[in-house]
């Protein structure tokens, strides 16, 4: 899948990053997004599910299933090549963003002195 150089949302952006650090299951991905963020974003599971639903459909995240002792699988959540391609760009574009908004508010906050 060809990664379009467009914004993710926050919600999409949190969820790649978690899955950068190893495979996961929707409960461990809301953990890792709490965690992450030091409990400022949290994700819900009607957010979680929709947000992995257009990640599957966009070819961002794979699905796995692991076999469990009790012989149980459990639905586990990978990055994909392509989400890695998008997490980096996105990565990117927010050092662009925040190096622009260092130099503005740098101006800005000269006369303030």
Not at 48 to 53: E, I, S
Not at 56 to 72: C, F, I
């Amino acid at each position: 899948m060809e990664v379009k150089d467009r914004p993710l949302s926050s919600a999409a952006l949190h969820i790649l990053l978690a899955l950068s650090e190893s495979n996961l299951h929707g409960y461990g991905i809301m953990q890792s997004v709490k965690r992450q963020s030091g409990g400022n974003f949290r994700l819900g599971p009607g957010t979680l599910y929709a947000n992995l639903d257009r990640l599957l459909a966009q070819g961002l995240v794979g699905e796995t299933e692991r076999k469990l002792k009790d012989g149980n699988t459990r639905r586990e959540y990978c990055l994909t090549p392509g989400g890695e391609q998008a997490l980096r760009l996105e990565i990117q574009r927010l050092r662009q963003f925040v190096a622009v908004a260092g130099r503005r508010l740098g101006r800005l906050g000269e006369g303030d002195a």
